[in-house]
């Protein structure tokens, strides 16, 4: 007698036929032990147990021919009674089911986790931040205008006689007659009284005045009053200037007169002449001398021009003072800049006809704490560059109180240098100038730059979930925690929109869904703010996004800049950026809901169930027993299908394989689940396997509480199974 498993079984068996049976026995067994045998590829398994039935057949068989056993103490049956065999005891353990390896991290407490990391997920730099672009050119042009010219002096004197041969022969015989004596004078009656040119002047050759005016002197040398002196003053041989009118000018005396030259053309040449003159003599005895003089004194007054050609004295323009507009790509407001590189590039050209000297200066612009402050000369109807280089030199953008930012003072100003020579002049000759600042460098900047959405590059995580996605079924990671490490050196309030996909092939796509993220940011310049974003089950849905699992994880998102607004001043330097990268820790801390795996063997139901290899015996019912010890916090079900040759089921069984493992409140197993599960094949169902070509076996897994309990997996988990198989047999001889 036999005794396995808490059986006990007859056997009437001849030995012949019994070798027979147990190759029939032999053949399922295999069948259904191919699937322990194989390795269980969606867990990478490398399998540590196979299953010995050549040994228990030898086993068997040879037990079954002793001598106890001799035909002569048996009759012959038709049927034989069960009788169990043990087939194998295999032990699986987490750790022999899945390979540790970069990404799958065995913890010295035996916990499991997935850890990934991703080096610059995201790096803005400055030129995501703030460029400056070349300038365009400021210009101005400075026009000559009115110039102001030296005043000048010129004078005439006319001798008694030269005035008597320009009077009617009456009175000039009148007069004439008393030269050198004492006596009173003759009466002068109303006339003309000649044309006297004045001497050239040296000042111009001719000239059009914007302003000012040619004051005369009169003194009269004459023995006599004139009651009435008027004078044209004109160009010689030319129109006009102007008259000047006297009266009443005593023997001696002075009397002054203006003609206004405003508008007026005036040759170095010029002439006046007495329009008038009259005098009622003089009554008291004086000497006559034709040799006495009336002097005619001329003397510019105030006088500009605005053409000619003339002699320019040495003079300053008015400056030119304009607030160049510092143009930034994004309507930035800056406040500071200093440059590590950068220049100014001036253009002078003039069609004035003498040197023109330059001053450039530049208050806003200093450089080693001293303002730009510089001088050009440009000659006479010529085009002259200058460049003005602004290496470390720090530009201060705020000295315009009705707008202290993105503006710079230049102040223009233009000196005229004189040769000393006539030279012709135009009030619309100008110096024109053009300035602009080129490859600008900074090593620092200040100012506000604006509320601007940046955009993170899009991409991908190579993160490599396929044993997940091989399990199939329902899956909730409990405690997923994903860092952004956060390096920043741009001193300004950033806020992180990450957008984060998980896509899966089956199981459709799911969005991080996280709420944007103030990042650190430093408050002083050449430092470096480090921090930490996380997402987590609480402000986001990565757990849902990495249980689906995800074939592919794509990443994109935008950083805003002051979000808030202008809350105050930011800055960078010319190495600043943001770089985030990304750290992942995922425990292997779930909820799970029919989790599977599986594997299909070959079977022959006809070999195995059928009479037709010549012993007349059948297998005409079996029992499967399974003896289980879980330590797995998973409950576990067992699906047994067999399929024909065409892949149509012929019969499908679903075996309660045995419970979760008990937790501690830490929710590690504490206490082994056991149970003994059967498998009955009747008659019937053995009848429908004469026809099995296959057979499949898949191990379905919850967690507990349907699927809801959160459960923590450690290396040492293990399911222990001891197999067993009664089989009724016909036929033996």
Not at 62 to 82: L, V
Not at 459 to 468: P, Q
Request: glycine residues 6%; aromatic residues 8%.
């Amino acid at each position: 007698m036999w005794k396995v498993g808490g059986h006990s079984t007859i056997i009437w068996v001849f030995h012949n036929n019994l070798s027979q049976l147990f190759l029939k026995l032999f053949i399922l067994l295999v069948s259904l032990g191919d699937f322990a045998a194989k390795p269980m590829n969606m867990f990478r398994i490398s399998s540590s147990f196979k299953l010995v039935l050549p040994l228990v057949f030898v086993f068997i068989l040879t037990a079954c021919i002793k001598d106890k056993y001799k035909p002569k103490n048996f009759m012959k049956p038709d049927w034989e009674q069960g009788f169990g065999v043990p087939v194998s005891t295999f032990n699986i353990t987490l750790k022999n089911l899945i390979t540790e390896d970069s990404t799958l991290i065995f913890n010295p407490d035996s916990s499991i986790k997935i850890a990934f990391a991703q080096d610059s997920l995201a790096e803005q730099s400055v030129a995501d931040i703030i460029d400056i672009p070349s300038q365009a050119p400021t210009t101005q042009s400075m026009k000559l205008g009115e110039i102001s010219i030296d005043n000048f002096t010129t004078n005439r004197v006319i001798a008694l006689s030269e005035l008597l041969n320009n009077l009617n022969p009456a009175t000039a015989n009148a007069i004439a007659a008393l030269n050198g004596i004492t006596a009173p004078f003759p009466s002068i009656p109303s006339q003309t009284g000649g044309t006297y040119p004045m001497p050239a002047l040296t000042e111009f050759s001719t000239v059009n005045f914007a302003s000012g005016s040619l004051d005369f002197t009169l003194i009269n040398g004459y023995p006599t009053p004139l009651d009435s002196l008027v004078f044209e003053l004109s160009n010689v041989g030319g129109a006009s200037l102007g008259f000047a009118r006297f009266g009443n000018v005593q023997p001696g005396a002075t009397q002054l007169r203006s003609i206004p030259l405003a508008g007026k053309t005036m040759d170095n040449d010029i002439q006046i002449t007495i329009t008038k003159i009259e005098s009622n003599g003089n009554p008291v005895a004086s000497l006559i001398s034709l040799a006495s003089q009336l002097s005619i004194e001329a003397t510019g007054n105030n006088l500009t021009v605005i053409g000619g050609v003339v002699r320019i004295p040495s003079q300053e323009f008015a400056a030119d003072t304009t607030n160049v507009d510092f143009a930034t790509t994004d309507n930035e407001e800056l406040y500071t800049i200093d440059l590590k590189d950068g220049e100014i590039n001036f253009n002078f050209q003039s069609s004035i006809s003498e040197p023109i000297r330059i001053i450039v200066s530049m208050p806003g612009i200093s450089k080693n704490n001293v303002p730009i402050l510089d001088s050009i000369d440009v000659a006479s109807n010529a085009t002259t560059s200058w460049v003005i280089d602004l290496t470390n030199a720090t530009i201060d953008l705020t000295t315009n109180s009705a707008q202290p930012f993105n503006q710079i003072p230049v102040i223009v100003q233009a000196k005229l240098v004189s040769s000393g020579t006539l030279k012709p002049i135009d009030s619309s000759n100008a110096i024109n100038v053009s300035y602009g600042f080129q490859d600008i460098e900074f090593s620092y900047i200040e100012g506000y730059f604006g509320q601007k959405n940046i955009t993170i590059d899009p991409g991908k995580l190579e993160l490599d979930l396929a044993f997940l996605r091989e399990l199939g079924g329902d899956f909730l990671f409990a405690s997923p925690d994903v860092q952004l490490k956060i390096a920043n050196s741009i001193g300004a309030p950033i806020r992180l929109g990450l957008n984060m996909t998980g896509i899966s092939a089956t199981n459709g796509t799911v969005s991080l869904n996280a709420t944007p993220s103030l990042l650190p940011f430093p408050t002083v310049p050449n430092t470096v703010a480090n921090g930490i974003v996380s997402y987590n089950k609480n402000n986001s849905q990565i757990a849902q996004l990495l249980s689906l699992p995800p074939d592919t994880i794509t990443y994109g998102g935008t950083v805003l800049l002051n979000p808030a607004g202008n809350a105050g001043a930011n800055f960078l330097t010319d190495n600043s950026k943001i770089r985030i990268d990304m750290e992942m820790e995922l425990p292997l801390e779930l909820s799970a809901g029919n989790l599977r795996f599986a594997d299909t063997s070959d079977f022959d139901g006809a070999s195995t169930f059928g009479n037709n290899d010549g012993s007349g015996m059948q297998i005409v019912g079996a029992k499967l027993i399974l003896q289980n010890t879980n330590r797995f916090p998973f409950d576990i079900n067992l699906d047994l299908t067999w399929l024909d040759s065409t892949g149509t089921q012929v019969y499908s069984t679903t075996v309660p394989f045995v419970q979760a493992a008990s937790v501690d409140i830490n929710g590690r197993v504490n206490l082994a689940s056991r149970n003994t599960a059967t498998v009955d094949l009747n008659a019937a169902t053995i009848q429908n396997l004469k026809n099995a070509k296959k057979m499949a076996l898949t191990f379905r897994m919850n967690t507990g509480n349907g699927g809801t309990t959160v459960a923590k997996l450690y290396t040492d988990y293990s399911l222990a199974v001891r197999i067993l198989i009664e089989a009724k047999v016909k036929g033996l001889l």
